[in-house]
């Protein structure tokens, strides 16, 4: 491991306490990203628990989800390094199980979740006012990890704009030009689905 | 930076660690300010995450919003210094995207929150008994800060003792006498919010 | 001061740091105390936040809830002698701004909340089964202490078992043979307002 | 004590300050357990405080839930020895009152909680799809521990499988061949039982 490498298990490992002490990768869901070059990605290896990362629970993968020096990455890898051969700027992913993004769409079978009127619309990049129309899209799940991939890459040759999508009863993806940007914006769309989760309560 | 600005700056970013670490401050929403003197304010700059705070991320401006030593102010503001301008008392303002003051006020279109019977109304100054009416104002959302501060200021003109107001899908400010002062008013109206939306869910 | 009351001033200190990062005493809600002697009581002084307590923001005050050597008590002062005066036994009695039981207790008019099946039951002395009935008394709210506690003394006549009530819109009393046990009650009735919450809104 | 116990009782007193933390064992609530050697067993003792337990508040049993070397062990300790005995490959079972347990198993009458289309499901050993069926059995409390000991005996001997189980009304019982195995699925298991208590709220 080289100190690149280092450098950004740890940033991710530092990354996946804090989510974890939100609640956002129970048992040893979700899966973590970081561009190591152009053709090569760091990402979290299978079954480890997010909140108790080390170094030793990463690995390099090339852009097709293929081990660079062997390891064994998450089964969800492909939906990460599609994103990086995709977007050149994208250099950080997160996956999580974010129970409002899990029961959001386990509550309807709409395949788009539409926000409009939040202020808080404005942390995603290219919105500059709350009259807009945030829209993230909600695949089906399935174990077909491949196939899944290839639904996430067709919606986005129609909606290259994507900023983040949910997989039905699995949880949220979103990416960014850093791990930080990537963050934020995982904490909007957060606050973003608990507050429509808790509109539709009052709604009824 | 002088030492009063330094000590300022430090206290701020104190402040939004504890009310991000609420999820008061999702993203990089929400920004805070402290009277300096008579005739400037310490504001946070714009875009920085509240949660990570140090002395860089803040500026002074005047009463009318504009830097007096270079700087980009967050765009709201204008919506601190017409506080100052107005209150000669007041020395802290906080701006805060609490999802309970966010979903209540875009649960309905009403134009004020009104809280009667609750014994934590007497938080505010002036309040002495829960046989009392609370009302905060909420203002429809729009990206004009100039046109937003002006109906602002038409409301301080009816309801001087008004003691914090909402925005429509953007969150809560408030302001008092010292930082301390503002932080506990701040929770009080969380409190309220919260206890509100909980019972507007169980009368359904 | 001595060295036990400051003993005792600490350790309430301790448990207002906990109670507040629970959410339990915002704003400068709520008030704390511990027996000092068969005739005096430790209480907290008027208007202090309860999460940053030190040893200057209590004062001992006699059984009438008078100051033994000046200083300003907290206006629910006799609510907490009174414990003191009428069970030997109480060394502790914590009053709290809980959401739940806030929100409970303005939901309705009802004036006992009762508790029927739930195995925590048992958290209460002399409660051996959840196939009993704890019962929590909720008294409406009024700035006229003294007629509270005089409603209070009534209600303990006919129910001296009594483990804790509720002021409408105003939170909940408790107390206990030591600080420990208090607090442990305190977790125990939040959890069951709690559950009750949840119960009533599947309810509909 | 040996270092074995010792390391066990640190390791279930670590358990036991997050879990307090989360809320999942309020009061005295809950009890933890971990195997010694084949016939013998740590369990907590009676009536502590699971976030404040230390080496003390721990003692060994053997297999009919016996103390070893003399302690009154939770009331509950044959639950647990029960799961030793029955599963050789078991070394670690936890019991907490979670809130969303609770309130799920008093909502209804259902002797089943029944989990579709999370992909959370995949936590459980066994379960690699989320089109799978997740069956956590609710049994009615007792204060009789040996007749619903044998009601869980009777239960196993349908579901050899069944991963965790909850009692009306009081928690969850969850086991594994680790401590660490065992918290995972405790995470699982709340994290379903939580989204469960939102839709069925949703869907009113």
Redo the contacts between chains.
Sequence with gaps: MNSDFLAKARALAAAGRELHAR?WV????GNFSMRLASDSVLVTASGR?KGRLNEQDFLAVDLQGQPVDGGKPSAETLLHTQLYARFPKVNAALHC?T?AS??LS??SPEAELVFE????QK?FAGV????SVLTIPVFD?T?DIAALAKSVDAYFDRQPDCPAYV?????VYCWADSL?ACQ??L??L??LF??E????????
């Design positions: 609640g129970p048992a040893t869901s628990h199980h129970p899990t029961v386990m509550h009127g939040y202020e808080l942390a500059d006012t709350h009259e799940n174990q997989i039905r009863g699995h949880g930080d934020r914006e904490e909007a957060d606050f608990h507050c989760l808790e509109l539709r309560r009052l709604r009824g």
